[in-house]
């Protein structure tokens, strides 16, 4: 692990220029993000008015008020974008043409160099769509914002190590390319699961007892769970610290595990095409 | 290893259940060392194994078996290490950042390969400059010719200094001024900073001008492995003697002092006779045929020698191989 964080400093230079590089490639695509930014705006009015009706007659669920429960939707959709969710697609791609050759030819490691380019894409999301998206839904929909530094601390902290999180996720499951000549199956399913366990569109306070107690343990919910409960004040600031460290650890196992499969999948590798 | 898929849908959907897998050697008991400083042409007809290599020396390939080194170190176990004293250019591929100027992509490569500025701007500057890529530096790569790109793809291999640097079809499709900017650049690489070049072509010329030795590589093996003046030495002894005539030579026979000459074809004045340069000199063979030629009232108008080069000897080696690889495989449906 060690020598994974000395890669890291030393690759710095590298990782900036591909940060940089992924910035500039995602900025020429303007279009794009309008779209983005349009269907985000459109989702939080959907999921705004699907809460009302749910919330009518009940002043909590599960100790959650309806502020806190409609801050959460609109936020995890205004974060949302800042999370790696294409890299099974991206990998994909690269395989079926061939180019992965270059990718695994690189003086870097692979999962850096997409990790690089992650950066650079949620970098170039976070100035062009969610800090607008946060701007307008905050004062449209009047949600309270925290008035303590330590939860503002604390989820910027917990949102970069959702971002780490949901960065090996992806990672991993990307590397079942290597495995297989079509992975698209893995795509959705990656999706679904990813969505329902990380709490992108249901808090996870809202699930049954028995499922939150599973559910809790798994490194998904440190994806869009975490920050945006230390956010709405579900989890209480002296609960802050456990849920980062909690946070951290997986993405630590993640991460190794991700080298060590990386490794593995190496020795499938098969390029394809002359 | 590759999953057979089955013909037709009823075999697939057999297959989907029960999957048959058989094993291709895509390369097999290759035995070689290369030198510093050496250019080596990497022949062979399609699939003959010649890509799978290159994927086995960037490391990205791990051999089933084998020893392999580059510069002392196993590419498979050192990739990383591996990539920094190497560089690989795909004719059929970019390394290019596709929405980016082509500059940026030289940037980009700098930092990945903490190429010192002073050393980086040289090595640009002088790529620039011979293959003479001032006016594109700025267009996006989408934007570039092949022509274009393939300079861009060049010198974004070489940008980091490798010692050592692996072409697979460089010059595909690539018009003969941009092919020749490139070989001539190559060979000014060679000359001056001994970069060992491995090239794969199809395009023999390539060879011709640039191989300090040949290797032919074919079902994974080697079958050829020469300097390139051997092989015409060794294989190129063939000659064709062209002779015009004043007028059609119908029923002209051929003396028999060149029994060991044949006519290969006759286009009206015009006869081509193929020879061996060990069994006859041309000189030879001129001097009996205008003897015998005179007697009929026919004259010798012009005469032209065409001696073997690389690309004909290479081309007949390849389809007596293939001759028999059909062979082969006839007898085996037998």
Avoid at chain 1, 48 to 54: D, E, I, K, N, P
Avoid at chain 2, 140 to 151: D, E, N, T
Wanted: aromatic share 10%; with cysteine; hydrophobic share 45%.
């Amino acid at each position: 692990m060690i020598t994974t964080f000395s890669q890291w400093a030393g690759d710095l230079p590298a990782g900036m220029a591909i940060i940089k590089s992924h910035v500039q490639e995602t900025l020429v695509y303007r279009f794009d993000l309008v779209i983005g930014l349009v269907r985000a705006l459109i989702l939080v009015g959907v999921f705004r008015y699907l809460w009302l009706a749910l919330y009518t007659g009940r002043p909590d669920v599960n100790g959650a008020s309806l502020a806190q429960t409609l801050a959460y939707a609109a936020l995890s959709l205004i974060i949302n974008p800042l999370f790696s969710n294409w890299l099974i697609g991206k990998v994909a791609n690269q395989m079926r043409t061939g180019n992965i050759i270059f990718d695994v030819t690189r003086p870097s490691y692979f999962g850096d160099l997409l990790l690089y380019q992650t950066v650079g894409q949620a970098l170039v999301k976070l100035i062009t769509t969610s800090i607008p998206l946060f701007v307008i839904v905050t004062v449209w929909l009047r949600i309270a914002l925290p008035d303590t530094p330590v939860v503002w601390l604390g989820f910027a902290v917990s949102l970069v190590l959702s971002f780490l999180t949901a960065f090996y996720i992806d990672y991993l499951a990307s590397l079942w390319n290597f495995w297989v000549t079509n992975a698209s199956g893995m795509r959705f399913a990656k999706w679904s699961i990813t969505d329902f366990l990380a709490g992108v569109y249901l808090p996870l306070w809202i699930f049954p007892a028995a499922l939150q107690q599973v559910v809790l343990l798994l490194p998904f919910r440190g994806i869009n769970y975490t920050p945006l409960a230390i956010f709405t004040g579900y989890i209480l600031p002296d609960r802050i610290w456990p849920e980062l460290a909690f946070q951290l650890v997986w993405v630590v196992v993640l991460m190794f595990v991700s080298r060590r499969l990386y490794v593995a999948a190496m020795r499938k590798l098969s390029v394809q095409g002359g | 290893m590759c999953c057979n898929k089955g013909q037709g849908t009823r075999e697939k959907v057999t297959r989907l259940f029960s999957p048959r897998y058989k094993t291709v050697r895509a390369v097999d008991g290759i035995d070689l060392c290369i030198k510093r400083g050496e250019i080596i042409g990497w022949l062979g007809p399609n699939g003959a194994g010649k890509s799978t290599t290159i994927k086995l020396l960037t490391g990205v390939l791990h051999p089933d078996g084998g020893a392999l080194k580059v510069n002392n170190l196993i590419p498979s176990k050192r990739r990383v290490e591996n990539a920094r004293q190497i560089g690989v250019v795909y004719g059929q591929r970019s390394q290019l950042w596709w929405d980016l100027p082509l500059i940026d992509s030289f940037e980009i490569l700098k930092a990945m390969y903490r190429i010192p500025p002073a050393q980086y701007r040289a090595n640009l500057d002088f790529m620039i400059e011979l293959l003479n890529m001032q006016s594109f530096l700025e267009q996006p790569v989408r934007k570039l010719s092949l022509g274009q790109r393939m300079k861009g793809d060049i010198v974004a291999s070489l940008l980091h200094e490798p010692p050592i640097l692996y072409l697979d079809e460089p010059t595909i499709g690539l018009d003969v001024v941009s092919k020749n900017a490139i070989l001539n650049f190559i060979g000014a690489l060679n000359a001056n900073r001994h970069t060992t070049v491995l090239l794969t072509t199809h395009n023999l010329s390539d060879v011709e001008h640039l191989c300090k030795r040949i290797l032919i590589i074919d079902h994974g093996k080697i079958i050829l492995d020469v300097l390139p003046d051997d092989l015409i030495q060794r294989y190129g002894k063939q000659r064709q003697l062209i002779v015009e005539f004043s007028r059609a030579p119908d029923g002209f026979v051929l003396p028999i002092t060149i029994n060991k000459a044949v006519i290969a074809r006759r286009e009206g004045n015009k006869v081509v006779i193929v020879f061996n340069r060990d069994d006859l000199s041309a000189l030879q063979l001129i001097a009996s045929l205008s003897e015998a030629a005179l007697p009929t009232g026919v004259n010798i108008v012009d005469v032209s020698i065409k001696d073997d080069n690389v690309e004909s000897v290479i081309t007949r080696i390849y389809e007596d191989r293939e001759g028999k690889g059909t062979a082969r495989q006839e007898k085996q449906a037998r």
